[in-house]
């Protein structure tokens, strides 16, 4: 998987590409961790071109998530399609974990606080 960071006006994107595999868990979780300490405001990360997302990935987002919850930041998971979302729905992320179709989505959203 190789994840890509975007500046936007109103948020950061991670945008992820490939396999997000336990090889690419490191390397997810060194940006996902940069974000903390950089307490970025409003954070998206991208599946739309992610093929395939084991656990260990699941577990850097629920990471941020609990980050998020507690610092009053804003976070979104956008673009989940195919095994992606069928993963996403049986680890039953989307129950607290705010998720949009796209990031255009989230860009233009004016709230994204999550559910918990």
């Given amino acids: 998987m190789k994840p890509t960071l975007r500046t936007h006006p109103n948020a950061i994107v991670i ?3 490939g396999d997000a595999d ?12 940069e974000q903390i300490k950089a307490r970025a405001s ?14 260990p990935v699941w577990a850097v987002v629920v990471e941020y998530f609990q980050h998020a919850s507690g610092a009053e930041s804003e976070f979104a998971l956008t673009g989940m399609q ?8 049986i680890v039953r992320l989307g129950d607290f974990i705010r998720h949009l179709p796209t990031v255009e989505d989230a860009l233009n959203a004016p709230d994204l606080k999550n559910k918990r």
């Fill in 22 to 33: 336990l090889s690419s868990v490191p390397g997810f979780q060194a940006l996902v961790r």
């Fill in 42 to 55: 409003r954070l998206i990360i991208d599946f739309s071109r992610v093929t395939f997302v084991n656990t």
């Fill in 15 to 17: 945008e992820l590409e």
């Fill in 82 to 89: 195919g095994r992606v979302e069928a993963s996403f729905k």
